[in-house]
């Protein structure tokens, strides 16, 4: 069902004011997790500033560690929520388990589906069997053909609004968390009509190379970039490493925009 061979014209995802896959690239921000309503609204607030529509935030988080923060939960949704709706944003979030996809369709735009998760296949027929829209994230060590066999999964349960998002995967280069595989974007693009992203952060791990491998990922037909951003990454309670201050999210903002590619 995702294959072109299906349907020619590309599949559009609308949050809003805002649609994906129809030509204009898309910027996503926001912060890794959901930590106070505090640390949102200051991340909502700097992106509705620069012009964004959606934000990304992190209420479930699939830690390596069980000991490392594991996120708010529904509370983060419900902050998620609050924020949106305050600055007139659409919100992604992910979610991890198939029992809380119906309750995260009453707060939150776009259910992320994250890289640990892209072959759980419950967690996928549940997502196939609502009607929110959802960024199918590529698993750790997913070939492009796991990928979209997993949003076949999705879509072929009647969610037809699936988004996919390359998200860097596991080679022997240590130069980078993972390796941003930028060939996938345009084989995506060619052998499914659904909108293809690339997730700049957890691809790289370095904040200092953001900027050209957005302008990459736009360059080689991506409909969206998204970055994690966050108020004062040096206490962030996940990917403190890697995550933009808001004023390095505007520079970045800005060096992608003068390509003119977003
Ligand atoms: C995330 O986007 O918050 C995340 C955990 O990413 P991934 O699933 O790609 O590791
Ligand atoms: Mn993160």
Redesign the pocket.
């Known amino acids: 069902l995702v294959s072109r061979k299906k349907k020619q014209e590309d599949t559009l995802v609308q949050l809003g004011s805002t649609v994906i896959g129809g030509g204009t690239p898309v910027m996503i921000a926001g912060p ?1 997790s959901v930590e106070s309503y505090e640390q949102v609204r200051q991340v909502a607030a700097a992106l509705k500033q620069a012009g964004m529509t959606v934000m ?1 935030g ?1 209420a479930f ?2 830690r390596t560690s069980p000991y490392d923060f594991q996120g708010l939960g529904i509370d983060g949704l419900k902050i998620l929520k609050d924020v949106a709706s305050e600055f007139g944003l659409k919100t992604i979030s ?1 979610i991890v388990d198939p029992a809380h996809i119906e309750i995260a369709c009453e707060y939150i735009d776009v259910i ?1 589906i ?3 998760n892209m072959q759980n296949f419950e967690l996928l027929k549940a997502a196939g069997n609502v009607r929110t829209p959802v960024l199918l ?1 590529r698993g750790l060590a997913a070939t492009i053909d796991e990928f979209v066999h997993a949003a076949e999964y999705i879509v072929s349960r009647g969610n037809t609004q699936v988004m996919l998002i390359e ?1 860097g995967i596991r080679t022997y280069e240590k130069a980078t968390r993972n390796t941003l595989d930028i060939s996938a974007v345009p084989i995506l693009k060619q052998e499914t009509h659904l909108p293809v992203l690339v ?1 700049v952060t ?1 691809s790289t791990g370095r904040k200092d190379i953001l900027a050209p491998c957005a302008r990459a990922a736009l360059a080689a037909g991506a409909d969206g970039v ?1 970055v994690e951003v966050h108020p004062d990454p040096a206490t962030a309670l996940s990917d403190a490493a890697q995550q933009l201050n808001i004023p390095e999210f505007h520079d970045f903002l800005a060096s992608v925009r003068k390509s003119g590619l977003l």
Request: a positive charge.
């Open positions: 890794c990304r992190g988080k699939p992910e992320q994250g890289a640990r994230k998200r997730d957890h998204m």
